[in-house]
């Protein structure tokens, strides 16, 4: 037998394995010549690849040599994915292309790196990882409260339990980092001569403020409203996010150097032309302030709202004016669920939730209606606004018509709709069905264009208005998204502006590359080994409790609960092996041996051994391998073993260690095989 043992301080190579000096020179180009020339004799009678059912058809010739691990959790560090300002997309896209690039970053509309975050919490270097999110995220604390999160549909845990709670641990991380922000924030040092005028303090405007401040610029910020974070503020209700919260993480970016004027409404008490004399550059990130509404019969009734302006209330006020009445709304995302919950909780006695789409094409997020189903609204689905029933010009119900189908077979939105009429008593209506900015006042005397649908007019890579000097992101020129989304237009946004301001061309390198969409892996199942390391539940306020009032419903993870899950992260694409055993489970020939040590900080490996003599160079191992710790070097002929009985015979290889053959049709070892030799300690 032939086995490499893994020395935990150093990583091992068999392609090291020779003598120092001219003897080893010598002795590498022998095994050379003698490798090359059985490879060249045995490769006229049959194929260089190997090939055998159940496990892989064809093995790319990349994955030809010895085995080789690259390093090993807790004994090298993993590399985090730095914010390199103006060339973060390069970067993206070199990890990308060179097939490094985590799958969580990668699904980030921001790619933030949720790798490194999870290696330093684990580490217990929570600060360190708040900070690293933060450069691609400039709000950690919110967004790991309201976010989508589709780093967690790319996990690579999803392929045998559930995603690593990377939105969760963002909260974590800002949490922690709350108790010491006052010693590790600084204002950054200003170095550049010339300012920019920032109007809209949503995420966008926030995330581009950033970026231009570490770069040495000037930041003057303008927010309409007496208190910033644009929709943030104005449209997220309280039980998602704490106000506190909100304003805290700002107040951090005020710390940092960001000059703020609130209460300040450019066009009105400032026209947007003495920004452009003031500043250098002018940055609009307004967002989309006011609610879109049918025009159907009725729809001019008192008891008809839109939901933006419902929600502002909500937020504002704490009062809606629905108390004691029924709330019929009209919507099938996100907003609309916001609303109908913010309607319970403000004393509505009746709340139903009408969309285009069945409940398995509604666009709001499955867990929001979960949730909003849990604490009592009523869900109408297949059904569309036909009319406002009004009686003395209030709201006395609402006609809705069904609707077969909501979208064609091109996947372009073109409801189609039946005979069939319902009609809801209610006494309120409100409408979630888009959003619209307001511009008028703000780009009057200006040259800035807006489209058909009511957003600013860009270069859609470039984020350049049809004025020089004056640019815009966030939902102003997207429309209605997501709030990371809006953080990604404001990181390309500053880097454009910081090109202007420097002179240097806007468009070079900017193409933009379509964020990879990671499909989820199925669910298989989860070994005993693993069960203790299912996904921390974040503890939740009870439905029948919640819905009384507007405090926080998650109430997020403790320090041992994030500590391990946080240690579930399988470090992907980060070359050090994790202890997660996956090549021990795949190899069909039981050449791996892994034992660990599993504790809540991680998984510590004791031992890695590679039994080469039974080793078929399949590559299975290294292309299940997460982080590409475990890889087949270039040219196996440069290996120290011999390898007359070891050549492309999956047969001969299937031999077990007394000479008899494996069992299995033609020596194949059968789907279903028994559990590879790996323990735990």
Not at 510 to 534: G, N, Q
Request: proline share 6%; hydrophobic share 35%.
């Amino acid at each position: 037998m032939v086995v490499i043992r893994k020395d935990i301080t150093t990583p091992a190579s068999v392609s090291n394995e020779y003598s120092p000096g001219v003897k080893g020179f010598l002795e590498k180009v022998h095994s050379l010549v003698n490798g090359l020339g059985i490879t060249a004799r045995i490769s006229t009678e049959k194929p260089i690849t190997i090939r055998y059912p159940a496990e892989k058809w064809t093995v790319s010739p990349r994955w030809r040599g010895a085995l080789r691990l690259r390093g090993v959790l807790g004994h090298d560090e993993i590399p985090l994915i730095r914010d390199a300002s103006t060339a973060y997309n390069a970067v993206i896209d070199d990890l990308y292309n060179g097939e490094r690039l985590p799958p969580c970053v990668g699904n980030c509309p921001a790619n933030v790196d949720a790798r490194g975050q999870g290696f330093l919490i684990a580490e217990d270097r929570i600060p360190e990882a708040y900070e690293l999110v933060r450069d691609r995220n400039i709000l950690p604390g919110v967004l790991g409260r309201i976010c989508h999160h589709p780093c967690e549909t790319a996990c690579r845990r999803n392929f045998y339990d559930e995603p690593v709670a990377i939105r969760p641990l963002h909260r974590f991380a800002y949490e922690e980092f709350r108790k010491v922000a006052s010693e590790r924030l600084r204002p950054l040092p200003i170095t550049q001569e010339k300012s920019v005028a920032i109007v809209g303090s949503g995420p966008s405007g926030l995330t581009a403020a950033y970026d231009l401040m570490k770069a040495g610029y000037r930041c003057v910020m303008y927010e309409r409203e007496e208190r910033p974070g644009g929709a943030l503020n104005s449209g997220v209700p309280a039980y998602r996010l704490p106000r506190d919260v909100l304003y805290d993480e700002i107040d951090g970016i005020v710390a940092l150097g960001l000059e703020l004027h609130c209460g300040i409404e450019v066009g009105k008490g400032k026209p947007l032309g003495a920004l452009q004399r003031e500043h250098d550059a002018v940055l609009l990130a307004v967002g989309l302030q006011t609610s879109r509404i049918l025009p159907i019969p009725g729809a001019g009734a008192d008891g008809v709202v839109g939901a933006l302006e419902f929600l502002w209330a909500a937020n504002h006020k704490g009062e809606t004016g629905v108390r004691g009445k029924r709330v019929f709304v009209i919507g099938g995302g996100n907003v609309a669920v916001d609303v109908a919950r913010c309607a319970l909780r403000t004393g509505a006695s009746e709340v139903r939730l009408a969309s285009l789409e069945s409940e398995e094409e509604m666009p709001a997020h499955p867990w929001e209606i979960e949730e909003a189903l849990d604490e009592g609204v009523i869900a109408t689905c297949s059904v569309g606004p036909e009319e406002v029933l009004v009686k003395h010009g209030a709201v006395t119900g609402m006609r809705m018509r069904e609707c077969l189908s909501v979208f064609d077979e091109t996947g372009r939105f073109s409801p189609k709709y039946g005979e069939g009429l319902s009609d809801f008593p209610c006494d309120v209506v409100v409408f979630s069905i888009g959003q619209a900015a307001r511009l008028d006042t703000l780009i009057a005397g200006t040259e800035v264009l807006v489209s058909g649908r009511g957003q600013l007019v860009v270069d859609g890579s470039q984020f350049t208005t049809s004025t020089p000097g004056v640019f815009a992101c966030g939902e102003v020129v997207t429309g209605p998204g997501s709030a990371i989304g809006s953080i990604a237009t404001g990181h390309e946004a500053a880097t454009s502006i910081i090109r202007f301001l420097q002179g240097a061309p806007l468009s070079e390198n900017r193409t933009p590359r379509p964020v990879p969409v990671y499909a989820k892996y199925a669910v298989a199942d989860v070994s005993s080994v693993e069960r203790s390391r299912l996904r921390s539940v974040m503890p939740m306020t009870k439905p029948e409790e919640r819905a009384k009032d507007f405090r926080q419903v998650e109430l997020g993870l403790t320090h041992q609960e994030a500590m391990m899950e946080a240690a579930r992260c399988l470090r992907c694409q980060s070359e050090v092996c994790v202890g997660c055993t996956f090549c021990a489970r795949t190899c069909p020939d039981y050449a791996i041996h892994v034992e660990r040590v599993d504790d809540p900080g991680g998984r510590c490996l004791t031992r890695y051994d590679l039994d080469l003599s039974k080793c078929a160079f399949c590559g299975l191992c290294a292309e299940q391998c997460p982080t590409n710790a475990l890889t087949h070097t270039g040219q196996y002929e440069l290996s120290f073993f011999h390898r007359d009985l070891m050549i492309f015979d999956k047969g001969e290889m299937l031999r077990s260690g007394d000479g008899t053959r494996a069992t299995g049709r033609d020596g194949i070892m059968p789907p279903g095989c028994p559990v590879p030799r790996w323990r735990e300690r």
